[in-house]
């Protein structure tokens, strides 16, 4: 079973901060932004490749939610999946990272970097 699997069975702990019937949404464990937070499908769905459009469309909605509840709706957000190797997905549970809290930085992914790939 995955680990993220596991935090939905709650055999290991997290840092909830809102569930619903499909999602849950909780603290990165090492967060790389003020505000880091995971938000996951209770399913286990791979990654975003194999999403169905239906829970893309209610993951859609919870995120927006998630975003108001921590106060980060008008401020502003980074939203990102991983997706597969090249994309950096280490957990194959797929995953949205909430970033927000300061005006982010573009540390990865700058012109230069593109031009260097
Ligand atoms: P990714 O590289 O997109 O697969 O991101 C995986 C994320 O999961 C990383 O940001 C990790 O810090 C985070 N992570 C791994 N294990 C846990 C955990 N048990 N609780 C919370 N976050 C975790």
Redesign the pocket.
């Known amino acids: 079973m995955c ?2 699997c ?2 939905v069975n709650n055999e ?4 909830k901060l809102l569930e619903n019937d499909d999602f849950i949404a ?7 932004a003020p505000v ?1 937070v ?1 938000v996951i499908p209770k399913v286990h769905v791979e990654c975003f490749q194999d999403v169905q459009a239906e829970m893309m469309g209610k993951m859609t909605t919870f995120i927006q939610e998630v975003a108001t509840l921590i106060g980060i709706d008008k401020s502003g957000y980074r939203l ?3 997706n597969g190797e090249d ?6 549970h797929l ?1 949205f ?1 909430l970033l927000g809290g300061a005006k982010l930085p573009f540390e990865h992914l700058t012109d230069e970097t593109h031009k260097n790939l």
Not at 87 to 92: F, N
């Open positions: 680990i993220f596991k935090i290991i702990p997290s840092n909780f603290h990165d464990l090492y967060p790389k880091h995971l990102i999946t991983n994309g950096g997905q280490e957990v194959k995953h990272h």
